[in-house]
């Protein structure tokens, strides 16, 4: 026998029930709060989430400023993860390069050298290549961080200190803005114009209670500053009205429609090209290109003829239009509709409140708690500055004792055993006085002259009653903080190359959507084909010929008429139910084609009536078999969804029976006890959806055809010999009357279908 694997005794001495619920739901909060505050989300104080936070923090540790050397990647990342950041060095560095690039962020907070990737969707080359070094975003970021700014909290293996908030002179969140996704929860800021965050500012300083209207710029009034939109770092269009923008930035959700930058060339002789210069944020441009072309081959784009991308360092995507007639917004619409060159950039202001909270903030929210660590940042310099110049002050004193006294302080030093008892007793001086009249140098003495001494002691016993006054008083404060954000406001102004506005405003050309919807297809002429039971193909072609159709066993042909693939197909139900289809979505002729109801929400009692090719500017008459009828325009007809319209109301057994086009200015009805009735077109009314009025009264059956004409031509008919028979309108007097009346039998020669064509 070998050692047994079971435990000894029966083995359940140390086991413990745990409830799986109680024990998922503690560990699943455990993570999610652990993604929400440590990972995804950013402060709204410093803009960041920790692993940017961490990535400043370690290359200001390493020395690496705006105007030092260029540091290896690899050498960052292994101070950030070896001291900081206990993850991945991939993740890290990912998040090192993306804070180097321009197309991604709007103000670059690390100064990259080397390849760090493009707008096309490269990667950046491996962190051993790479260099990188702050930019001047990053030391404001940092501004003040050694003079006890913010709070320093122990790193995870408490061997460091890292800070809990960077001090953020910058309004970082708002400028590069962020995005990420917690554990239910998700953010998404967009970046901002730092000359409009920093006039919204102010202008929040001077009305603390301001609200997201007012610090939203005015096209009204251009003087007024404040935050006009998005400013992205590819630049675009913004297509979204003011409202629309403020009621966004007031509840902190949203989301701005961007489109690319676009303008012709003329080519001469008439021709023309467009030239994209900028694309919407985020889009990879080798995968814009890619989209166009697959759109190009499946002839989804028929007024364009060609798509290159001539792109250097600029953006420059060319498109070449089928021919000269052809209408470039047009063309760009459907190409706005169809691709990524129009975008959706959505807002939602969800961020770390006081470093702790989770919640969507509106921007006036935002600039308030950015703005309130402003202010403590600043007492808490000052005060920090305060001790240091109460530090000095001390000393100074001491220094002037001993300058005063000089001989003596030698004497005391070279004679006695314990020089600093005896100096402290003999002039009354504190340790830290006396302290620094041993370490002082002996070279220093040389400086130690009692007009410099005085001269020191004053300019600071001036700069501690400034900084008394400033801790003393909120208004000074708040000067103090307008003033740092007005330095921030010169240093990136709009008049700078970096400060520039990218991303303009307009609004979106009013386009015909019909002629939009059209330009996305291909003109084609086809023959539509429906059978009895339903079943609907396309053919290539106007056919006209339909003899040669061939159909499942037991089914015929229904309908069959010419079109072009950009026409609407409307299908008419025996409920009374209209259902659309696109002419270019229909199924191929091969073969019997494929079931309507798969592609519609068809009742299985109803029936496919008829179909035809939709004309907007027609009018039909539609009736039931119990004879009641009306006139409704086919532009009330379109259905735009796969439930269809219902149009006319119709109860079992009575049935939608007869679609007939709208013409002349009477009505010829017959019912199936061979009665003839025609009545001005005048009584049957319009409607957009509804029962009807009754056409023709019957005992028993119902109606048989109905027919618009002109009764100055007179009625025709064709019999089954297709032979056309023609009745004048004197010769129709006995069959004029009243809508729903009996009428009187059919004259002589109406065929006996029933039907006026044959």
Request: with cysteine; aromatic share 6%; charged share 30%.
């Amino acid at each position: 026998m070998g050692k047994s694997l079971l435990p000894p005794g029966d083995g359940g001495d140390n086991i413990q029930p745990v409830d799986l619920r109680a024990a998922l739901e503690e560990r699943y909060l455990a993570y999610a709060l652990s993604t929400i505050m440590h990972r995804a989300l950013p402060d709204v104080r410093d803009g960041l989430k920790p692993v940017h936070r961490r990535i400043i923090h370690a290359m200001s540790e390493m020395g690496i400023r705006p105007n030092s050397a260029f540091k290896k990647c690899a050498r960052i990342v292994g101070d950030v993860i070896g001291k900081f950041h206990p993850h991945g060095d991939q993740s890290v560095y990912d998040a090192l390069v993306r804070l180097a690039q321009d197309f991604s962020q709007r103000y670059p907070v690390v100064d990259g050298q080397g390849n760090f990737g493009n707008i096309d969707g490269d990667s950046a080359a491996a962190y051993r290549y790479t260099e990188a070094r702050m930019t001047e975003v990053a030391a404001l970021l940092l501004e003040g961080i050694d003079q006890d700014a913010v709070d320093f909290r122990p790193t995870y293996n408490e061997e460091d200190e890292e800070p809990v908030v960077l001090p953020g002179a910058f309004p970082n969140l708002l400028a590069n803005g962020s995005s990420g996704i917690a554990v239910g929860m998700a953010t998404s800021i967009p970046s901002h114009n730092v000359h409009e965050i920093c006039d919204a500012a102010l202008y929040l300083i001077k009305n603390p209670g301001a609200t997201v209207e007012e610090l939203i710029a005015d096209p009204a009034n251009p003087q007024r500053g404040g935050i006009e939109g998005p400013d992205f770092p590819t630049g675009g269009i913004i297509i979204e009205s003011r409202e629309s923008m403020v009621e966004t930035y007031r509840t902190g959700r949203g989301g701005f429609r961007v489109r690319a930058k676009w303008e012709t060339e003329d080519l001469g002789r008439g021709g023309y090209q467009i030239v994209v210069t900028q694309i919407p944020y985020q889009v990879q441009k080798s995968r814009l290109m890619e989209k166009i072309a697959e759109l190009l081959i499946a002839r989804r784009l028929p007024l364009l003829e060609d798509v290159r991308d001539e792109s250097a360092e600029d953006v420059r995507i060319v498109l070449v239009p089928k021919s000269r007639t052809v209408d470039a917004t047009l063309l760009m619409e459907s190409l706005f509709k169809l691709t990524e060159l129009e975008s959706r950039i959505p807002l939602n202001m969800n961020v770390l409140s006081m470093g702790k909270v989770p919640k969507v903030m509106a921007l006036n929210e935002v600039l308030t708690e950015w703005l309130d660590h402003r202010k403590d940042v600043l007492v808490r310099r000052s005060r920090f500055r305060l001790a240091a110049i109460d530090r000095r002050l001390e000393i100074l004193g001491g220094l002037l004792i001993a300058y005063l006294n000089l001989d003596e302080v030698i004497r005391i030093i070279r004679e006695e055993d314990e020089p600093k008892p005896v100096m402290i007793a003999r002039w009354d001086l504190t340790d830290v006085q006396a302290e620094a009249i041993l370490n002082m140098r002996l070279r220093n003495l040389r400086k130690l002259e009692e007009f410099e001494i005085r001269k020191e002691h004053e300019e600071l016993s001036t700069e501690k009653a400034e900084i008394e006054a400033l801790l003393a008083s909120d208004d000074k404060q708040w000067q103090t903080v307008a003033w740092e954000i007005g330095e921030v406001k010169k240093k990136y102004a709009k008049a700078t190359e970096l400060g520039r506005r990218r991303t303009t405003f307009s609004n979106a050309p009013e386009a015909d959507v019909e002629a939009i919807q059209q330009a996305m297809i291909e003109k084609e002429p086809i023959t539509v084909v429906v059978s009895e039971k339903g079943w609907i193909r396309a053919l290539k072609g106007h056919i006209s010929d339909t003899s040669s159709l061939t159909f499942k066993e037991g089914d015929a042909l229904r309908v069959a008429f010419p079109a072009q693939t950009t026409d609407k197909i409307l299908l008419v139900t025996t409920g009374g139910k209209v259902f659309t289809l696109g002419g270019d979505k229909l199924p191929g002729g091969r073969g019997h084609g494929e079931p309507i109801r798969i592609m519609v929400d068809m009742e299985n009692d109803q029936d496919v009536l008829t179909a035809f090719v939709h004309d907007p500017s027609r009018k039909v008459m539609l009736a039931s078999t119990a004879g009641n009828g009306f006139v409704i325009p086919e532009s009330e007809m379109v259905a735009n969804t796969r439930k269809g319209k219902q149009i006319m109301n119709v109860g079992m057994p009575d049935e939608t029976k007869l679609v007939v086009p709208v013409s002349g200015d009477h009505v010829a009805v017959v019912g199936e006890n061979r009665k003839l009735l025609v009545f001005p077109l005048v009584q049957v009314p319009e409607m957009s959806r509804g029962k009807g009025v009754r056409l023709q009264r019957y005992k028993d059956g119902g109606i048989s055809d109905v027919k618009c004409f002109a009764i100055a031509d007179g009625l025709t008919w064709e019999d089954s010999a297709g032979r056309v028979f023609t009745k004048s309108k004197d010769e129709l007097v006995e069959w004029i009357g009243d809508r729903a009346s009996a009428g009187r039998l059919v004259p002589k020669g109406f065929p006996r279908s029933g039907k006026f064509s044959g």
